[in-house]
Nanobody
Framework: EVQLVESGGGLVQAGGSLRLSCAAS????????ISWFRQAPGKEREGLSC????????YYGDSAKGRFRISSDNAKNTVYLQILSLKPEDTAVYYC??????????????????????WGVGTQVTVSR
């Protein structure tokens, strides 16, 4: 059974940073890609970044370029999303998702995750002014 568990969210002051983690299990890690999405209240889900775990290739959505960095520790079956210089508009629930082999969703932006089957339950990030 595929399981994705996000952690690392919380309440942070604007200007601070966070590192979110996505711990994966139930599948061959290197055969998949892991993406990060977020959804703020009243807004559509937004694709942030994706990493192909077999080769480390990364993709970023337009809103994530510059302040977001995705990385993986394949030995720990974990993917990270570092967010720098947090802004109140970064307040959202952050989700990781697993897809087989590629970051296809991110090759035709905007990435929506509509065809990704495996999702975590999310971690809340709240940025105060």
């Amino acid at each position: 059974e595929v399981q994705l568990v996000e952690s690392g969210g919380g309440l942070v002051q604007a200007g601070g940073s966070l590192r979110l983690s996505c711990a994966a299990s139930g599948f061959t890690f290197d055969d998949y890609s892991i993406s990060w999405f977020r959804q703020a209240p009243g807004k559509e889900r937004e694709g942030l970044s994706c990493i192909i775990l077999s080769n480390g290739s990364t993709y970023y959505g337009d809103s994530a370029k510059g302040r977001f960095r995705i990385s993986s520790d394949n030995a720990k079956n974990t993917v990270y999303l570092q967010i720098l210089s947090l802004k109140p508009e970064d307040t959202a629930v952050y989700y990781c998702a697993a897809d087989y082999l590629s970051c296809l969703d991110f090759t035709s932006p905007p990435a929506t995750g509509a065809f990704i089957n495996f999702w975590g339950v999310g971690t809340q990030v709240t940025v105060s002014r």
